[in-house]
């Protein structure tokens, strides 16, 4: 496997203890990475991966997503529509200003 440019990180609200607590997962934001997966795909972004992650402490802006190296923080991702522009800023090279978390 060669190691992705990107890795996008979309917060699941697990803690410690196993169990999902705060906004994000109440949101849905877990069903979202077959979507993002599969929008990776069609797009030919290869070098791309993306995981859920445990909380990531960003209830007041839930959903979360992250995207490393970039250390781009973005909230209120609640839908297809959010995940499409944020994707589309990364194939530009760009920010999705209107979901960054400043």
Do not use: Q
């Given at each position: 496997?060669?190691?992705?440019?990107?890795?996008?990180?979309?917060?699941?609200?697990?803690?410690?203890?196993?169990?999902?607590?705060?906004?994000?997962?109440?949101?849905?934001?877990?069903?979202?990475?077959?979507?993002?997966?599969?929008?990776?795909?069609?797009?030919?972004?290869?070098?791309?991966?993306?995981?859920?992650?445990?909380?990531l402490k960003?209830?007041?802006?839930?959903?979360?997503?992250?995207?490393?190296?970039?250390?781009?923080?973005?909230g209120n991702?609640?839908?297809?529509?959010?995940i499409d522009?944020?994707?589309?800023?990364?194939?530009?090279?760009?920010?999705?200003?209107?979901?960054?978390?400043?």
């Amino acid at each position: 496997m060669e190691k992705p440019k990107h890795h996008i990180f979309v917060c699941a609200s697990f803690r410690a203890g196993g169990d999902p607590k705060g906004i994000c997962h109440k949101k849905g934001s877990v069903d979202y990475l077959p979507y993002i997966e599969n929008e990776i795909l069609d797009r030919g972004m290869t070098d791309v991966i993306v995981s859920s992650s445990g909380c990531l402490k960003g209830c007041d802006n839930g959903p979360v997503m992250v995207v490393y190296p970039d250390n781009l923080w973005y909230g209120n991702v609640d839908g297809e529509e959010a995940i499409d522009t944020i994707l589309d800023a990364m194939e530009n090279g760009d920010t999705a200003t209107d979901y960054l978390i400043s």
